[in-house]
T-cell receptor, first 115, second 107 residues
Framework: EAGVAQSPRYKIIEKRQSVAFWCNPI?????LYWYQQILGQGPKLLIQ????????DSQLPKDRFSAERLKGVDSTLKIQPAKLEDSAVYLC?????????????FGPGTRLLVL | DAKTTQPTSMDCAEGRAANLPCNHS???????VYWYRQIHSQGPQYIIH???NNETNEMASLIITEDRKSSTLILPHATLRDTAVYYC????????FGTGTRLQVFP
């Protein structure tokens, strides 16, 4: 079974530029998550989708970050404009559902460097 | 904030069992204990989870104390490829990661 796919794997941009990340979850998984992982820290949840609806975006900096999951499958996360402190790994995860016994599976992440 | 306490780092000899402790003294009755690991430059990898009973799969065993206030992840025969950061998480809805335990397996 294919895992969670993410692209690109690496991205370098200058501050104030925009960037977008793409995620393709495991087939059949209704729940999709985006996490941000700053160097030396554990991943932090940014946004959770159930099908194509947002369940939790309380930790998403909405002035510059946006995310969508059209058709309830693939998702994109966008940053516009980027700041230096956005340098991090952006991880996508998916699960069958959001119940606590339903395991989240993570993709390899996109490593973003903002100069 | 993470609701678990783990040692910052541990060492283990290759071929020996690695026992990683986790304290979760404020765990609620409906919270699951999850373990993930993260090998350098990769996404977190699911290992195992449990609610009350001990669990075992092809990767590891999870031992949860009767009062559920602590647990231990056991890698029965550690290899060099098990070198990673191991995260213990208690979950009712969100996964909230702490800083984990950095396990170094040495030859």
């Amino acid at each position: 079974e294919a895992g969670v796919a993410q692209s690109p794997r690496y991205k370098i941009i200058e501050k104030r530029q925009s960037v977008a990340f793409w995620c393709n979850p495991i087939s059949g998984h209704a729940t999709l998550y985006w996490y941000q992982q700053i160097l030396g820290q554990g991943p932090k949840l940014l946004i959770q989708f159930q099908n194509n609806g947002v369940v939790d975006d309380s930790q998403l900096p909405k002035d510059r970050f946006s995310a969508e999951r059209l058709k309830g499958v693939d998702s994109t996360l966008k940053i516009q404009p980027a700041k230096l402190e956005d340098s991090a790994v952006y991880l996508c995860a998916s699960s069958l559902g959001a119940r606590p016994w339903e395991t989240q599976y993570f993709g390899p992440g996109t490593r973003l460097l903002v100069l | 904030d993470a609701k678990t306490t783990q040692p910052t780092s541990m060492d283990c000899a290759e071929g020996r069992a690695a026992n990683l402790p986790c304290n979760h003294s404020t765990i609620s009755g409906n919270e699951y204990v999850y373990w993930y690991r993260q090998i350098h430059s990769q996404g977190p990898q699911y290992i195992i989870h449990g609610l009350k009973n001990n669990e075992t799969n092809e990767m590891a065993s999870l031992i949860i104390t009767e009062d559920r206030k602590s647990s231990t992840l056991i890698l029965p025969h550690a290899t060099l490829r098990d070198t990673a950061v191991y995260y213990c998480i208690v979950r009712v809805d969100k996964l909230i990661f702490g800083t984990g335990t950095r396990l170094q397996v040495f030859p």
